[in-house]
């Protein structure tokens, strides 16, 4: 099943390691490097309306188990320059799928750990290690947004 599983109050809980997120400036180069070394592109996903693509790749077989996420920010509308990842900002994330990103959160928040973006939808929050990387929690299936969760606010960056 590729899940690690931890018990916590008598309650079997399972994480599933998702993809790793890297931002790119020529998505087409970046596929085409990615293919040299044996991986696929499995999805991809334009919005127009955030300006961005998502392209997901995996080694054959491995779509939906361990997975690269390119990200492609495009140049703003305006015409000003894009973004510029010098100094690490190329790599944006590790993420993992939880059973209850509700108890995720709350157990990360009673060890100190702080909730840079709440899990206001229900699905997605994300939180820094203690050396500042980046992980998303991204919820099995969905769950209706609830408090305090809705009402908190963004802390910091992600």
């Not at 996903?45 to 392209?55: K, V």
């Not at 509308?77 to 709350?106: K, M, W």
């Amino acid at each position: 099943m590729n899940r690690a599983l931890i018990e916590m109050n008598g309650v079997i809980m399972a994480t599933k390691y998702l993809h790793t997120m890297i931002r790119v400036t020529d998505p087409d180069a970046t596929v085409a490097f990615f293919k040299l070394i044996g991986l696929e592109e499995v999805r991809r996903f334009d919005s127009e309306a955030g300006r961005f693509t998502l392209i997901f790749l995996a080694a054959p077989g491995q779509d939906g188990i361990a997975e690269v996420e390119l990200t492609y920010n495009w140049p703003p509308a305006d015409g000003s320059p894009a973004e510029d990842y010098s100094g690490g900002r190329n790599f944006g994330h590790l993420a993992y799928r939880v059973d209850d990103i509700y108890v995720t959160c709350q157990r990360l928040m009673d060890a100190g750990v702080t909730i840079n973006r709440p899990p206001r939808d229900g699905h997605m929050a994300f939180v820094r290690t203690p050396d500042g990387i980046s992980i998303e929690l991204l919820q099995e299936g969905h769950l209706e947004p609830a408090e305090p969760w809705v009402s908190m606010p963004n802390v910091g960056s992600w």
